[in-house]
T-cell receptor
Framework: DTGVSQDPRHKITKRGQNVTFRCDPI?????LYWYRQTLGQGPEFLTY????????KSRLLSDRFSAERPKGSFSTLEIQRTEQGDSAMYLC????????????????FGDGTRLSIL | KNQVEQSPQSLIILEGKNCTLQ??????????LRWYKQDTGRGPVSLTI?????NTKSNGRYTATLDADTKQSSLHITASQLSDSASYIC?????????FGQGTILTVHP
C-alpha cells in the first residue's frame, strides 16, 4: 500500500498523559498536513509542513501540541497533558505541490488516529 | 470569518436515483474548491478540485459545479449505488489553507 499511513489507528489514554502519533506520507510528497476531526464535523486544520519546514500553525494548536517532520519524510504529532477535549480523530494528509506557494493538488488522507481520553 | 456551509445535513435516497448536494462559502481569497468523500472511520478521498475559472468538473458519476460569483457549488451524483453512502465534504482553499464544511451524510437504500 503506497498511501498515507497513520499509527496507531486507535489510542486510549488517561487524562494528563502524553501521546504521540505518527504519519508516513506518500513517499514523494513534499507537503504534509495535520487535521483534527470531531464527530459530525469536517476536519479542522492544525498545521502543515513543506518538506521539513513547519509553515503554518492554527490557533487550535495550543502549546500542548507539537508537530515535527525532522527529515521531510514522516511526521509526528505529540499532545502533552491530554485533556478530555482532545478526544477526536487526528488525520494526516500529504500532497505534492510543484510550485511553492500554490495549492492546486489533491491532498491524500490517511485513515486517522482516533484518540479517546478517559 | 471564513465559512463553508453545506446542505442538506443528511439525505436518504433509493439506489439508482440521482441527488444534488449544496455548498455555500464565504472564504476569501479563493484558490480552489474541492469535494471529498469520507466513508465512516476512514480518511477523506478527493473527488474533484475546481479553480476559479472552472464551472463544472466530472469524475465518473460525480459532477461538481462552481459559481464563483455567488460563491456556491454543488455535487451531483447520478445513478446512486449503495457504496455512495458516505459523508460528502465541501472544502474551500485560500492560499493553501483549507476550510472544511461539516459534510452531508448520504445514505443510499436498496
Amino acid at each position: 500500500d503506497t498511501g498515507v499511513s497513520q499509527d496507531p489507528r486507535h489510542k486510549i489514554t488517561k487524562r494528563g498523559q502524553n501521546v504521540t502519533f505518527r504519519c508516513d506520507p506518500i513517499s514523494e510528497h513534499n507537503r504534509l498536513y495535520w487535521y483534527r476531526q470531531t464527530l459530525g464535523q469536517g476536519p479542522e486544520f492544525l498545521t502543515y509542513f513543506q518538506n521539513e519546514a513547519q509553515l503554518e500553525k492554527s490557533r487550535l494548536l495550543s502549546d500542548r501540541f507539537s508537530a515535527e517532520r525532522p527529515k521531510g519524510s514522516f511526521s509526528t504529532l505529540e499532545i502533552q497533558r491530554t485533556e478530555q477535549g482532545d478526544s477526536a480523530m487526528y488525520l494526516c494528509a500529504s500532497s505534492l505541490e510543484i510550485t511553492f506557494g500554490t495549492d492546486n493538488q489533491p491532498q491524500h488522507f490517511g485513515d486517522g488516529t482516533r484518540l479517546s481520553i478517559l | 470569518k471564513n465559512q463553508v456551509e453545506q446542505s442538506p445535513q443528511s439525505l436518504i435516497i433509493l439506489e439508482g436515483k440521482n441527488c444534488t448536494l449544496q455548498c455555500n462559502y464565504t472564504v476569501s481569497p479563493f484558490s480552489n474548491l474541492r469535494w471529498y468523500k469520507q466513508d465512516t472511520g476512514r480518511g477523506p478521498v478527493s473527488l474533484t478540485i475546481m479553480t476559479f475559472s472552472e464551472n463544472t468538473k466530472s469524475n465518473g458519476r460525480y459532477t461538481a459545479t462552481l459559481d464563483a460569483d455567488t460563491k456556491q457549488s454543488s455535487l451531483h451524483i447520478t445513478a446512486s449505488q449503495l457504496s455512495d453512502s458516505a459523508s460528502y465534504i465541501c472544502v474551500v482553499s485560500a492560499r493553501g489553507k483549507l476550510t472544511f464544511g461539516q459534510g452531508t451524510i448520504l445514505t443510499v437504500h436498496p
